[in-house]
């Protein structure tokens, strides 16, 4: 699988330091050292922030007077179109990087990676490339879904391509694709596309932190027409979710919630005539705690959005397994909420649940696991939640084909809280 893309970033398995650069005899300026703070993250994010921070380097030091940007540009998606590519096939110690113990990519470092990509073409979009105003701050507001369509080898090579989607006054969706096919042309195969993610960033005014007008987005093509369109029709229902009052039950649901609650009194009421094929949704909890270091920060200072959905990612895997007693296979992030900015220095704590199973097919039992992460700071007794993550698992085939007996056991609410919170996700 060969890279044509003009826009396509090259990826090794290592990298120099930034004090390892011998520059030009006419240029002694080092880099700064604020603009290399992917090295403890994956090679593809240190190649996305160094492209990125090739952007910002004439913007470092505007004059504190620096106007924001006074005039929008309109830009095509191929304006900022990027591509990833890994060459697994031959690159042995950039395929260790990534490998996972079923010789499968590992999905949490490869969401760090298209965090990275999202903001790096949100940036080259949004950017004036006027070294006179200042630059704005794009930060990830949430991921409207991550979806595996296929397993990802770490031994065939690899490709990403990303693209802006669409563009509302201050927020910008962009659309990855990841490809994998043993054809040499992976374009040319129907059945390429492994993964899809869809991201969305917020720009804000580097100075007041209020949100900022970015550039226009022309589509070009009919298919750019037609995502554009259907990003607009989710943004509009976005929009409506978050102005409306909390939802009002109607009858059917109500029943719904009854039944939910029914099987949890039993277990707080009767535990000894407990359905033993359910268990409680408190019961199937797991939590980790960490403090926030330096090594985890982008290139604005703040914790990396990428970092956090690996985190996540990895809790919610370990919670499924735990749950499901055999290797959970991921299927998608339903939804990523980035509630509030994590800081180097924080208490972080990621608590998670399998908050509903579904059963139905008997050949793909699903686990939907929330995880729900904290800044908790106990100088003042104040605990945020800053991220919510929703993860959907099934079991893989090869552990359920050597357990014959398997089955998944059904989650249930203790209090109505919990079941009001199940039925606006299976809503969601």
Sequence with gaps: MKSNSPKCIPVVSTFASPFDVTPPSSDTTRKPLSLW??????????????????????????????????????????????????????????????????????????????????????????SDDDSTTRPLLLVTAS?????????????????????????????????????????????????????????????????????????????????????????????????KKRGGERKEFENGEYNKLGALLAEGRIFSDMPALADRNSILLKDTRLENSLICQPQQRNIHGRIFGGFLMHRAFELAFSTAYTFAGLVPYFLEVDHVDFLRPVDVGDFLRFKSCVLYTQLDKLDCPLINIEVVAHVTSPEIRSSEVSNT?????????????RNNGFKLRNVVPATEEEARHILERMDA
């Design 143 to 239: 991921v409207d879904k991550i979806v595996l369509k296929k397993p990802i080898s770490v031994d065939i090579d690899l490709k990403i391509v990303a693209s802006v989607i669409w563009v509302g006054r201050s927020s910008i969706e962009i659309q990855l694709e990841v490809m994998q096919s043993e054809l040499e042309d992976v374009e040319a195969s129907p059945d390429s596309v492994a993964l899809t993610a869809n991201f969305i960033f917020v720009a804000r005014d580097s100075k007041t932190g209020k949100a900022a007008p970015i550039n226009r987005l022309s589509p070009e093509t009919d298919l750019e027409k037609v995502l554009f369109e259907e990003a607009e029709a989710r943004n509009n229902l976005r929009k």
């Design 389 to 401: 993550f929703y993860f959907k698992f099934t079991v893989r085939p090869e552990a359920k084909a």
């Design 37 to 126: 703070p992917g090295m403890y993250h994956s090679p593809v994010t240190i190649a996305l922030w160094e492209a990125r921070s090739k952007i910002f380097e004439s913007l470092l030091d505007p004059p504190k007077d620096a106007p924001p940007q006074s005039e929008l540009l309109t830009r095509a998606p191929s304006h900022s179109r990027t591509t990833i590519f890994y060459p697994f096939s031959t690159d042995y110690i950039l395929r260790e990087q990534y490998r996972d113990p079923w010789n499968e990519v590992r999905i949490g470092i490869l969401l760090e990676d298209l965090d990275a990509l999202a903001g790096t073409i949100s940036v080259k979009h949004c």
